[in-house]
């Protein structure tokens, strides 16, 4: 580099504070540099992490629905559905996530956090999720710890989703069709299933988990669909 062009480059935090130490500079006045050069590195990771961000939602584009609900009748994304598309692009990028949970105000809910890192930068996420193991209509369907699992991983979903700006649709992008039903995407069935209130529900949750799995010809997810709507009619009719 031409000798001009250094004497107009200004100093970096670093060189200050090693010319600031060489000639003798007082206690105070090395804090105030290491101040300012940890200010600095925390700006410049944001500004690398903002961009990062914007190169990762460059590549993403809508992702397709894999599950239904027979209760909205409507279809969404499972999490793995989401992990499988988005992390190969956000780990590309750099990024890091955690999930967690922190203590809520109310006590039928989950305060699900994410935590989203890249290179010295953290960035926290906050959603609260209902726990309360309430049904559609009212009625108690699932035990405490159920409602509250169900909580963690629907708040999972959700910020994934949330952090990246991502779109759900039933076109699916990722490249792949076809196979075996997620694990996560037979268990919500399941979890349906072994939740019906009435004969009229078992019977739509496992009409609608049926037809999902012999789509896909899964033959291992219908034949638990079949054991476990038999396993809940028997609930049912000993209740009546």
């Known amino acids: ?48 992490f903002d961009g990062a961000l914007h190169q990762c939602q460059k590549q993403m584009t809508l992702i397709g ?39 809520s105000a109310n006590p039928d809910s989950v305060l699900m956090v994410c935590y989203v890192s890249r290179e010295g930068h953290t960035r926290t996420y906050h959603l609260p999720m209902p726990a309360d193991g309430k049904g559609a209509k009212g009625g108690d369907v699932m035990t405490k710890t159920h409602a509250t699992g169900a909580a963690t991983a629907y708040g999972m979903r959700y910020l994934l989703k949330m952090i990246f700006n991502v779109a759900v649709g039933e076109e699916d992008n990722d490249g792949n069709g076809g196979g075996s039903m997620a694990e996560t995407e037979v268990v919500s069935w399941l979890d349906n299933i072994e939740a019906a209130e009435n004969l009229d529900d078992l019977k739509k949750f496992y009409r609608a988990a049926y037809q999902e799995a012999e789509k896909l010809r899964d033959n291992d997810a219908i034949k638990a669909f079949v054991k476990a709507k038999d396993k809940r009619k028997v609930e049912l009719d000993a209740r009546s």
């Open 1 to 48: 580099m031409p000798t001009t062009e250094l004497a107009r480059r200004e100093p970096t935090a670093m060189e200050l504070l090693q010319s600031a130490v060489d000639k003798g500079a007082g206690i105070e006045t090395v804090e105030r540099l290491v101040a300012l050069q940890r200010d600095m590195r925390e700006y410049e990771a944001k500004v690398a």
């Open 65 to 103: 629905a894999d599950l239904y609900n027979p209760q909205t009748k409507s279809k969404y994304a499972s999490y793995a559905k989401l992990d499988k598309v988005l992390r190969p692009i956000y780990s590309a990028q750099g990024f890091s996530l955690s999930f967690d949970t922190e203590p």
